[in-house]
């Protein structure tokens, strides 16, 4: 785009944006009077947000407890919850809860006897083993025989609910849908009773299909593999650097009871905030929502996590060497979301990464050709404790992931010795504003911006204060934040390097001509790698 066209483009948008912001502040004021807060007595926040473009609801329930919550030694069980959360109730689920509860409760006594036997470094009995996890397999069948399988999720759905699904982060557990407003009840009760009474069911069969998905994204995943070893070298002490799935041997061997630990400790009513926004009338659904809701026993609020990673002092490295695309990724630690630079870390990632006028697009895509893909992001693997700014490129065929590197720090070092563009600065703070608008505009979205900014801030209308956070950012800005964070005392990088494949044995003698395998080729460049490093650090979970 030449400066001509480049500027008649940015007063389109600027012009766009006068109207946008005009906008907001008749927002600002509309949402005061359509959103209530409510602080239960139990210490749940409940958040209803009145928006009667139609007669359908969302929610979005937020617990302050992620995979950085996970116990040491028991990497996984957040995730591990999440998937519980879709098993059901007390009431749902089951044909004899009394009758199940008692069989569920044999099943643990059964597996903890299992479980010493197969822990013992010394002296272990193969024949002992095999017999306890006979008797396991036992408890489980016999408790099996309760469960009405996906109950809870067909209720929901027969009810007219879209959009079923959770995802579990290092920073957070988040469950949603969208219903018919006339299910709004009924929806309080399935929500409520599942914070309340969540029931362990198929816990061992979930826990296999966790392992499942482990081995899927990341020990079959050469990018996901990569991924887990570059946070596990960038975070000696925080507990960012270990997976959100989980380590295999840890996940193999959570149980039941633990996640009954984790539960209790973490799905209190303090820890957890819950929106709803759609076409409700507040004065007549506040007391119902607080009835249900406000039945959760309380429990303590959990104290904040101590873990605090230290400084970094020397450049960290690793290098895995695969018949596979090769790739490189590199990260520089930098505080968390409520440093006051925050929003001076969004403008680098969009100046660097947003669209085909980004500046490594434009170096290693375009102009260069070295790259079939190059970006860099803030909030990696997480936002709520001091985390990553990364920079990725996937090489095209020919070039190497060292190529990437010297041309990644050279886009770089123009961060720390040239000020941006007046241009590049104003349409970082158009996009930007604009996105926080369009992130309004369904229901889903605004029960998300609004749970999410009353659990990180205590005040949903932070969402609007980041306007002006944004507005503030200079070109001095950029570059001071640059030069304090992107140092290579600061920097842990990994790559993947091309290595061709060993070649296979020799044929039996006895096999015929014409059947041997043929060599591998070297893939072409990976056109997702976003989504793979987010994948790789997250535990996406769903409707079970």
């Not at 403008?347 to 990464?353: P, Q, Y």
Request: aromatic share 10%.
């Amino acid at each position: 785009m030449n400066t001509l066209y480049r500027r008649i483009f940015l007063s389109v948008l600027l012009a766009a944006l006068c109207t946008l912001s005009l906008a907001h502040a008749q927002d600002v004021a509309s949402f005061e009077k359509r959103v209530t807060v409510k602080v239960l007595p139990n210490g749940l926040t409940l958040i209803v947000c009145q928006r009667p473009e139609a007669p359908v609801f969302s929610y979005f329930t937020i617990v302050n407890a992620g995979s950085a919550q996970d116990p040491t030694g028991e990497s996984g069980l957040a995730h591990m919850f999440e998937h519980l959360a879709f098993k059901g109730t007390q009431t749902i689920g089951t044909t004899n809860y009394p009758a199940e509860k008692i069989a569920l409760a044999k099943v643990e006594t059964a597996y903890a006897a299992y479980d010493a036997e197969f822990r013992k470094r010394v002296g272990r009995d193969p024949a002992k083993l095999k017999a306890l996890h006979a008797q396991f397999d036992a408890a489980v069948a016999a408790a099996q025989k309760y469960v009405v399988p996906n109950q809870f999720t067909e209720i929901a759905e027969q009810n007219g609910a879209t959009g079923i699904n959770a995802s579990t982060s290092l920073d957070d557990t988040q469950y949603f849908w969208s219903m018919p407003i006339n299910r709004l009840q009924l929806w309080a009760y399935m929500e409520s009773d599942r914070i309340a009474h969540p029931v362990p069911r198929e816990f061992y069969k979930e826990r296999s299909v966790v392992m499942e998905e482990r081995r899927m994204r990341t020990d079959s995943n050469p990018i996901g593999y990569m991924v887990e070893q570059f946070l596990a070298a960038a975070y000696v002490a925080h507990p960012y650097g270990r997976p959100g799935l989980g380590w295999e041997s840890e996940i193999s061997q959570v149980s039941a009871t633990e996640a009954a630990a984790f539960h209790k400790k973490y799905y209190v009513p303090a820890n957890i905030v819950i929106t709803v926004v759609g076409d409700i009338d507040t004065k007549t659904a506040l007391p119902m929502l607080e009835k249900y809701f406000g039945s959760i026993p309380a429990g303590p609020r959990p104290l904040p996590l101590a873990t605090v990673e230290p400084p970094q002092r020397a450049e960290r490295s690793v290098t895995l060497r695969e018949p596979t695309q090769p790739f490189y990724i590199e990260g520089y630690h930098r505080p968390d979301y409520l440093d006051k630079d925050d929003a001076v870390y969004d403008a680098i990632s969009d100046i660097l990464s947003n669209g085909r006028t980004s500046r490594l697009y434009r170096s290693l895509v375009r102009d260069q050709k070295i790259a079939a893909e190059s970006a860099g992001f803030s909030g990696f693997p997480g936002e709520k404790y001091p985390n990553l700014f990364a920079f990725y490129a996937v090489p095209t065929p020919g070039h190497t992931p060292q190529q990437m590197r010297v041309a990644i720090h050279k886009e770089i070092d123009r961060l720390k010795t040239q000020d941006v563009t007046d241009d590049e600065l104003a349409m970082f703070k158009t996009r930007a504003r604009v996105e926080i608008l369009h992130s309004l505009d369904d229901n889903q979205g605004l029960a998300e911006e609004l749970g999410t900014y009353q659990l990180r801030y205590g005040d949903w209308q932070m969402l609007f204060n980041q306007l002006d956070k944004i507005n503030a950012v200079s070109k001095a800005d950029i570059r001071r934040v640059a030069n304090q964070i992107f140092k290579a005392s600061n920097r842990t990088y990994a790559m993947i390097e091309f290595q061709p494949p060993t070649a296979p044995p020799p044929l039996p003698a006895s096999q015929p001509a014409g059947t041997s395998q043929s060599t591998t080729k070297a893939p072409q460049a990976i056109t997702k790698a976003p989504q793979a490093i987010t994948k790789a650090s997250q535990a996406n979970g769903g409707a079970r």
